[in-house]
């Protein structure tokens, strides 16, 4: 009777979720309608994403201004669109932003367009709009000296407006969230990215620009997504690799523990709870906080909602400490059971930003959201409002193996490494073609896959897409001559320190990633990284290992091969930066001192 009764709650939440999400999709197209006919003047106050996590002015540009998916309250209002993403910033409108000033300027000076070219920058573009209010606009024109009224009353008196959203500029908080909506930024012909501040702006936002001349309208249709995804990697990558201070060196060690001669509150032997569906990455500190001495009970759930709620409950009575790996339904549930006084802590990864989970974890019940890198943290503050200033980064802990042994030898080099390959977002394509080019050169490269096939994914009988994907994969290395013999696959197994003995490059080829363990993991292993520089990249590890496609990519990795005493230097170097950043013996006693609460108490006259 309990299950049915729990049951009929449960559908009945959902349906009148269901309800209200309608009617407000309802609401959000007729206040749409009545801004297209206005000539869409601003952006409505709710709907801008939260900003009290902006890092402000003073720093650096690539830090200020990063790849991220678009902004949820804003992508809802302009397109009807209800759900989450882990593209990066995959913009798959084709939204185009254009700055504008009112005196004419010299082409080139700052980016922007004088206010007497607009009509004819958009005409072929409003043109074309079907006028159908739901789809959103197409073109996003913001206005740097305050005259947005005058502007948006030119393209209303010319009858170019549908389709067109204008607003004055609205600050620096505010520009890096319509920069994530944005598939291009159009700028003058003759613009120098370097120093034009709207130039930069998009690059340092992983954004295409587009150069153009005015008053040539402006093209209607900007490319498929994949070639604007690879078209902002490279725009941000050229300018963090251009300028050094577009972008925070990546951390280095985590800090001692200042020493202070206030009262220090000691952590006694306490009762921690470890709650999830999938607890391999919680295994290091399950261990260490044992070894600790304190009293460690595990909550695996089935699922991302299937537990024993008796179970679970009685946990959280006995708990002093609640860690919830991932921010799933264990979060939600624990978010609303756990009593006061129990320290709560939310560990997210990377698939949960993509789900409603975070929404409906009751943020003020937790006292600590651990993220595994900035980029993610910053994505999940915006979207679903969680408390900035209980947010922190805590890196995956990563294993360093005391001993490296290889019998393959310096050959090893030539072979790469790359760890899983579904879903899509893995990037098997740009891994094919990053071999291709490297076997054009020299046929001693060859690539090693590690992983599960797609056939042995239940789900992927659901996706079509997906299972046409790896299809198409697949052929490709059967018919291709440079392909067909050098790629070989290995099982899923716990294996890795054989694996990588055989390894001399680790490939990322991934789209989008939160961390990727196989990084730093291959360089603990004295592999070589090298990396596709999906957004966030860049914060985590040198630009050395990163470039911005996949002909970037094979040069790097060519290079680092030809000579192999150049391989091993540049192998043993990986390998002490991952030492000092990674290690768990650095990583699992900061990862143990948030989940315990442990905090230091001033001593007050």
Known sequence: MTRLVRAAATRSRRVAQTVASRWSDAVLTGRRARWDRAGRLGVPDDVWPATPDSPGRTAPLGNRMMPLPPAWGLSRWLWGDTGNRNDGGDRSNDLLAVYLDRTDLTPGNNGCFATTD????????????????????????????????????????????????????????????????????????????????????????????????????????????????????????????????????????????????????????????????????????????????????????????????????????????????????????YSRHVTDGTQLTVRLHLQEAATAFPARVRADRIDAAVFVSEHLRRQVVRDFTWPAARSLVVPNAVRIPEALESTVGPERRFRLGLVGIVPSRKGLHTALDVLHRLRSVDDRYTLSIKGRRPSEYPWMAHRPAERDYFREQFARIDDDPLLGAAVSFEPFGPDMDAWFSRIGIALSTSDFESFHFTLPDGAAHGVLPRSLSWPGADLLYPLRWLAPDAVMLAESIHRATQDPSQWQAEAVEARQLVVQRFAASRVLPELADVVLGRRRAEVRP
């Open 118 to 333: 607009a009509v004819a920058l958009v005409a072929d573009r409003a043109a074309a709009d079907t006028g159908d209010t739901a789809r959103g606009p197409h073109t996003l024109m913001v206005v740097a000296d305050g005259s947005a009224d005058d502007v948006a009353k030119s393209l209303r008196d010319a009858g170019a407006h549908r389709g067109c959203l204008v607003l004055d500029d609205p600050g620096s908080e505010r520009r890096a969230a319509l920069l994530s909506l944005c598939a291009a930024v159009a700028v003058p012909a003759g613009t120098d990215p370097l120093r034009s501040p709207w130039a930069r702006e998009a690059g340092a936002a992983g954004v295409a620009l587009l150069t153009h001349t005015a008053p040539a309208p402006l093209p209607r249709d900007l490319g498929l997504p994949s070639a604007r995804r690879v078209a902002g990697r490279v725009a941000r990558h050229t300018l963090v690799s251009a300028d050094p201070t577009a972008l925070e060196p990546v951390p280095g060690p985590l800090p001692e523990r200042p020493r202070s001669s206030g009262l220090v509150v000691v952590t006694e032997r306490r009762r921690v709870v470890v709650a999830g569906h999938d607890l391999k990455f919680a295994r290091g500190l399950i261990e260490h906080l044992r070894g600790e001495g304190h009293e460690v009970r595990l909550d695996e759930w089935a699922g991302h909602e299937r537990h024993d709620p008796r179970l679970s409950r009685d946990l959280a009575g006995w708990a002093d400490a609640v860690l919830c790996e991932w921010a799933l339904g264990n979060a939600v549930w």
